[in-house]
């Protein structure tokens, strides 16, 4: 039987990861055209915003490409909680002569509440639509299917891996607790078992009956290697892409990727109100702070103030507090453009 990558067009087993914010469509369109699965992550805008992202992908490439959608539960706001949040920033903010923003907001529509997205991805019928957080409706997904749309959804352990079969996913994206960006366990209030890739990828080989694709720490072909040797499909890539000139992270967020801190990622709620693996900055320092013992908002609420404190820094030459997310593997990172990353990473496995 062919393999997914295969049955969806795509000519190695090389996926880049939808990382939002920082792959852009021309990103992606690299990867696509050099054989990989590119990917554009749209949880963080409007369905008007996705539209435009996918059709200028679709403007850079004829290939098969991957578009990400957050299917995280809703946020609950919580008045009292957001303004101790911002009470306790506030000093932080005025080292920028800035004040902290009056109220904080959900920044970002879940999938879960978003039917526009749903009939822009039906109208524009990409490859893959992934999912993050959690999983939709089952009618979403029955739509969706129908229109012959692959989906994978992301998944830290076998629990929320067979919750993602169960609801009719073709492919799993096993993400360890290496990978960079957001963790994404579908009850961030749950235990979470915190599986490295290796482990969590081969029990899920052995544990489903769909193909899995492993993400988390991956840098090169050798570790991509190692992935098909446990039984992936592919291997998802993240990091590894943001050092590349088509991605659109900042000059800050570049050279705290080859610093010192690459070799010591932390895995931090602050920035968002998720866990995610970032590079340790000011926002991270945070924690022994100004914001130490303070209970933090639900996501994506508690990241307005984040992506605020963050513009407020940038416009005094401060970088240090953006979300420079990065994986365990942020040491191996190589600046060079996406389709001579894949063409090495190709050569490498």
Same mark, same amino acid.
């Given at each position: 039987?062919?393999?997914?990558?295969?049955?969806?067009?795509?000519?190695?087993?090389?996926?880049?990861?939808?990382?939002?914010?920082?792959?852009?469509?021309?990103l992606?369109?690299?990867?696509?055209?050099?054989?990989?699965?590119?990917?554009?992550?749209?949880?963080?805008?409007?369905?008007a915003?996705?539209r435009?992202?996918?059709?200028?992908?679709?403007?850079l490439?004829?290939?098969?490409?991957?578009?990400?959608?957050?299917?995280?539960?809703?946020?609950?706001?919580?008045?009292?909680?957001?303004?101790?949040?911002?009470?306790?920033?506030?000093?932080?903010f005025?080292?920028?002569?800035?004040?902290?923003?009056?109220?904080?907001?959900?920044?970002?529509?879940?999938?879960?509440?978003?039917?526009?997205?749903?009939?822009?991805?039906?109208?524009?019928r990409?490859?893959?639509?992934?999912?993050?957080?959690?999983?939709?409706?089952?009618?979403?997904?029955?739509?969706?299917?129908?229109?012959?749309?692959?989906?994978?959804?992301?998944?830290?352990?076998?629990?929320?891996?067979?919750?993602?079969? %169960?609801? +009719?996913a073709?492919?799993?994206? &096993? !993400?360890?607790?290496?990978? /960079?960006?957001?963790?994404?366990?579908?009850? *961030? #209030?749950?235990?979470?078992?915190?599986?490295?890739?290796?482990?969590?990828?081969?029990?899920?080989?052995?544990?489903?009956?769909?193909?899995?694709?492993?993400?988390?720490?991956?840098?090169?072909?050798?570790?991509?290697?190692?992935?098909?040797?446990?039984?992936?499909?592919?291997?998802?890539?993240?990091?590894?892409?943001?050092?590349?000139?088509?991605?659109?992270?900042?000059?800050?967020?570049?050279?705290?990727?080859?610093?010192?801190?690459?070799?010591?990622?932390?895995?931090?709620?602050?920035?968002?109100?998720?866990?995610?693996?970032?590079?340790?900055n000011?926002?991270?320092?945070?924690?022994?702070?100004?914001l130490?013992?303070?209970?933090?908002?639900?996501?994506?609420?508690?990241?307005?103030?984040?992506?605020?404190?963050?513009?407020?820094?940038? %416009?005094k +030459?401060?970088?240090?507090f953006? &979300? !420079?997310?990065?994986?365990? /593997?942020?040491?191996?990172?190589?600046?060079? *453009? #996406?389709?001579?990353?894949?063409?090495?990473?190709?050569?490498?496995?």
């Amino acid at each position: 039987m062919p393999s997914l990558m295969t049955r969806i067009g795509v000519d190695l087993p090389i996926v880049q990861a939808p990382m939002a914010g920082t792959s852009t469509p021309a990103l992606a369109a690299a990867v696509c055209n050099a054989g990989g699965l590119g990917s554009i992550g749209v949880g963080a805008v409007t369905a008007a915003g996705a539209r435009e992202m996918i059709e200028s992908l679709k403007r850079l490439t004829g290939r098969p490409f991957n578009v990400n959608v957050f299917a995280h539960r809703p946020a609950k706001a919580d008045r009292e909680r957001e303004r101790a949040w911002l009470d306790a920033l506030k000093p932080v903010f005025k080292r920028f002569d800035a004040e902290p923003p009056v109220a904080l907001h959900e920044i970002y529509t879940s999938f879960l509440a978003d039917p526009a997205m749903l009939e822009l991805f039906l109208e524009t019928r990409p490859a893959v639509v992934s999912f993050h957080f959690g999983l939709p409706p089952a009618q979403a997904i029955a739509r969706l299917k129908a229109a012959g749309i692959v989906l994978f959804s992301s998944a830290t352990n076998l629990d929320e891996a067979e919750q993602a079969v %169960a609801a +009719g996913a073709d492919a799993i994206v &096993a !993400q360890g607790y290496e990978a /960079g960006g957001h963790r994404g366990v579908f009850d *961030p #209030a749950a235990p979470d078992s915190q599986l490295g890739v290796t482990a969590l990828t081969r029990l899920l080989v052995n544990r489903i009956a769909i193909p899995v694709i492993a993400a988390g720490g991956l840098m090169d072909g050798a570790r991509i290697a190692a992935m098909l040797d446990l039984g992936a499909e592919a291997a998802q890539l993240g990091t590894a892409f943001i050092a590349c000139p088509e991605s659109s992270a900042d000059q800050p967020y570049r050279d705290a990727l080859f610093g010192p801190g690459a070799s010591a990622t932390e895995m931090t709620a602050l920035i968002s109100g998720r866990p995610a693996r970032c590079l340790p900055n000011a926002f991270t320092a945070l924690k022994d702070g100004a914001l130490r013992g303070v209970k933090i908002p639900d996501y994506p609420i508690a990241y307005d103030a984040g992506k605020a404190l963050a513009a407020a820094g940038r %416009a005094k +030459g401060d970088g240090g507090f953006g &979300a !420079q997310w990065a994986g365990q /593997g942020a040491p191996l990172a190589r600046a060079m *453009p #996406a389709a001579k990353l894949v063409e090495t990473l190709a050569r490498e496995l």
